[in-house]
């Protein structure tokens, strides 16, 4: 095949032999998908550290093999093998055999309310996602920081796709909601020096755990007043400025607050942003982000940024639209932040400057502007990339951004732009002929 | 009296930075409305190209036996870094900035930070954490003037700052291609029909406003002698506020705003401690910009969207 790959002939021959091979899964549904997903990930539970044995690795790679391969070259061969037999193989096999039960299940669950279908497809990810990652604590953390990633791309998409302003604003919104959050939850069950004894019974914490991560979303969305109200009297790059500054002052301010541990950071924070917790935030933050944009506001949001005037002209209140939105956007920064700030159990004012803005700011436009998907993708991929090349040591940061580069070359807008997101029509079997389009 | 004239000389010299960090940022906001986030680095290439010119000249002095004054070093190394640096800016713009012109500017905001990312770990990679220490190129002299401390250092940086401000004032004003930059600044599409050579000009703006980051690179180095692949950092993203905070496209606008900058962060730590300078700083910035949306010397927004 690859010696008569520059040949017409050949090429065609090999389309329609890949063609061949994945027309049937043109018709697998998600449903599937996540069955084939399950099988290989209970696979590598049972069968994984013993295959890993003898392919010669000292455990399961923990990353796809990825980190394996960089520091030992010679394991590729076994790698190989071992992405083969774990993940492409079963998930292959697994969605092609159960194609028929998925379809079936699919639209049986079509003729319920669409909740049930989503709840059930949300249960199976969440189990596919857990089995994935309990097998070391390594992938339980890097989880639990893509998906608070996923809300932070999101929420900032809202923003620099959905209303096309540039804001640099976001690193202080998740330091706001870490912080609150954090406070909060330290004040009430937490024995701390500063902050003194626990007020309640720390049974009571998984419970006012979601109070907090609110509380803190709200400051962010206060403290973003700050920022819109002077930012939206005027149309322009003066967001950019006057977010960039706004970031610089938390970040100040947070390091000027002794009494949380100034530039030395606040930590003790209670074990409370377990994986669950963290996917339930998630798949809420997605739900309510992905409904907001696709609401008349979201679409309101649109025409702001495609023409203001016009926008204007046919009733939108665009300073109102454009104030929602961006407080909008902090919110959900700011429970990115808490959960954050929960997950690593310390804060430090540090870590919410310049660098966490290039961070995210990456996230979005390599994902894709405008687009819930895009940044999904976005926060997912970054994230997996920046830890598959962690081996690289510092050259990693001039591989990330050439390809950053190259994607904004290539594609402007990022990877997958401007895509509509319909959870209807994503879990929707897809054995039947489109004859209600 | 004394110790605010003092400050206020500080403050000259600390906004000298800003204020040719600065104009390299508006000069490009001003003709293509895009911010050059790689700028903070291209100061920092900049001061190890000075850094490089500077230990050398003064090596192959030493070798040859030849006394060369310091002042001649220092021109000499101003000029050298200032040439070399241009083709950096140049390089940048070709890379990261041509590609994108028809698309998103925020894109093109994205390349131009990642650029900047790949300029700061590229030195790490090839040179190593350890900072540099620049030569010591002028023999410090102080002078007491009723009270108020200047060295010779101060005065260079200072007049080095404002008469480089001054003369790319008069080249933007006075020469046929400062005409063409400000005739590209008033519009973008109709300027190159009319003979315009659209890519000369913005490699020329990107070649200017570099130059001038290398001039505030080496003088930065005589000033501040610890380099760090890290430096452009802190100084290239406060000369981006001020930039702003000048005004779109306004030379003198955003260097007044360097020097006031400058004033700003040094009258802080004289009054409050010095942890606080960049809240009390920013919220000044703020607060400015809040009542002033269109910086000191901008006119309204009013360019087309091109996202």
Redesign the interface.
């Known amino acids: 095949m690859k010696a008569t790959g520059s040949l017409p002939a050949g090429r065609s021959k090999f389309k329609i032999y890949r063609d061949k091979l994945l027309a049937p899964y043109i018709q697998v549904p998600v449903l599937g998908w996540l069955a084939g997903l399950l099988i290989s990930t209970l696979l590598e539970t049972f069968i994984g550290p013993y295959l890993a044995m003898v392919l010669g690795m000292s455990d399961v790679p923990a990353l796809f093999g990825f980190t394996v391969v960089l520091k030992q070259p010679v394991l590729i061969p076994g790698v190989i093998i071992y992405l083969l037999i774990i993940y492409v193989l079963p998930i292959a096999i697994g969605a092609r055999l159960t194609k028929s039960l998925a379809n079936y299940i699919a639209g049986k669950l079509q003729q319920y309310p669409f909740w049930i279908s989503a709840v059930i497809h949300i249960v199976l990810l969440y189990v596919v996602i857990n089995t994935w990652a309990v097998m070391n604590d390594y992938r339980v953390l890097l989880a639990k920081l893509i998906m608070i990633a996923v809300i932070v791309t999101l929420s900032l998409n809202v923003i620099?796709g959905y209303m096309?302003e540039?804001s640099c604003s976001h690193p202080g919104f998740i330091a706001l909601g870490a912080y609150t959050a954090s406070i909060i939850t330290v004040l009430f069950f937490v024995n701390d020096s500063v902050l003194g004894a626990a007020l309640l019974p720390p049974v009571l914490a998984p419970f006012l755990f979601p109070v907090a991560l609110i509380l803190g979303g709200l400051m962010a969305s206060l403290f973003s007043l700050?920022v819109a109200?002077?930012a939206f009297?005027?149309?322009?790059?003066?967001l950019?400025?006057?977010s960039?500054?706004?970031t610089?002052?938390i970040?100040?301010?947070l390091?000027?607050l002794q009494i949380f541990g100034g530039?030395r950071g606040f930590m003790n924070q209670p074990n409370l942003a377990t994986l669950p917790v963290v996917f339930l935030w998630t798949v809420l933050a997605v739900w309510i982000i992905n409904n907001f944009v696709r609401s008349t506001l979201g679409k309101a949001l649109n025409a702001v940024?495609?023409?203001e005037t016009a926008a204007n002209a046919m009733t939108v209140d665009t300073k109102k639209t454009k104030m929602t939105a961006f407080m909008f956007a902090a919110f959900w920064a700011g429970i990115a932040g808490g959960l954050f700030a929960h997950v690593m159990r310390y804060v430090n004012p540090g870590s919410f400057g310049?660098k966490k803005l290039?961070e995210v700011?990456?996230m979005v436009?390599f994902g894709g502007?405008n687009s819930v998907i895009g940044s999904i993708v976005g926060a997912v991929g970054f994230n997996l990339l920046s830890e598959m090349l962690r081996p690289l040591e510092?050259?990693k940061?001039?591989i990330i951004?050439?390809l950053?580069?190259l994607v904004?070359?290539f594609r402007?807008?990022g990877l997958i732009a401007f895509k509509d997101f319909d959870p209807k029509k994503l879990l929707r079997a897809k054995n039947k002929k489109e004859e209600d389009k | 009296m004394q110790y605010f004239l003092q400050n206020l000389v500080n403050g000259l010299q600390w906004g000298s930075f800003y204020a040719l960090v600065a104009i390299g940022y508006s000069m490009v906001y001003g003709i293509l409305?895009l911010?050059n986030f790689a700028h903070g680095d291209i100061f920092m290439v900049g001061a190890y190209i000075g850094f490089f010119t500077a230990t050398g000249l003064v090596a192959l002095a030493a070798v040859g036996n030849i006394i060369l004054p310091s002042w001649v070093i220092i021109t000499l190394t101003m000029l050298i870094a200032m040439f070399l640096n241009a083709f950096v800016g140049m390089a940048v713009e070709r890379?990261?900035y041509r590609?994108?012109r028809d698309?998103?500017?925020?894109?093109?905001?994205?390349?131009g930070?990642?650029?900047g990312?790949?300029l700061?770990?590229?030195n790490?990679?090839l040179l190593g954490a350890s900072r540099r220490a620049f030569p010591p190129l002028i023999k410090p002299v102080t002078y007491n003037i009723s009270g108020v401390f200047i060295t010779n250092q101060k005065i260079l940086i200072i007049v080095v700052a404002l008469s480089l401000t001054f003369m790319l004032h008069l080249f933007i004003r006075h020469t046929k291609w400062g005409m063409a930059m400000r005739a590209m600044a008033y519009d973008f599409v109709i300027t190159p029909l009319m003979g315009v050579p659209l890519n000369t000009i913005i490699a020329l703006t990107f070649a200017i406003g570099s130059a001038l980051a290398a001039a505030a690179g080496v003088l930065f180095g005589i000033a501040y002698p610890v380099l760090g692949p890290y430096m452009g950092?802190i100084i290239g993203?406060k000369a981006?506020?001020a930039a702003?905070?000048g005004g779109r496209g306004s030379i003198l606008g955003s260097a007044a705003a360097g020097f006031l900058l400058g004033f700003i962060e040094i009258f802080v730590v004289m009054i409050f401690p010095s942890?606080?300078?960049?809240?009390i700083a920013?919220?000044i910035?703020?607060l400015i910009?809040?009542f002033l949306?269109?910086g000191f010397f901008g006119e309204?927004?009013s360019?087309r969207?091109r996202?």
């Open positions: 620099n096309g540039f700050l109200v002077p009297n005027t149309r322009g790059d003066y950019a400025i006057i960039l500054a706004f610089f002052i970040k100040s301010l390091e000027n530039a940024r495609d023409n310049i290039a700011l990456a436009y502007l510092i050259f940061w001039i951004p050439l950053l580069i904004m070359i402007p807008t | 409305m911010f890379i990261g590609p994108l698309a998103p500017r925020a894109s093109a905001a994205i390349t930070l990642m650029i990312i790949i700061e770990t590229g790490l990679a950092i993203w981006f506020v702003i905070l942890t606080m300078r960049d809240f920013y919220s910035i703020l910009l809040t949306p269109n309204p927004y360019a969207l996202l």
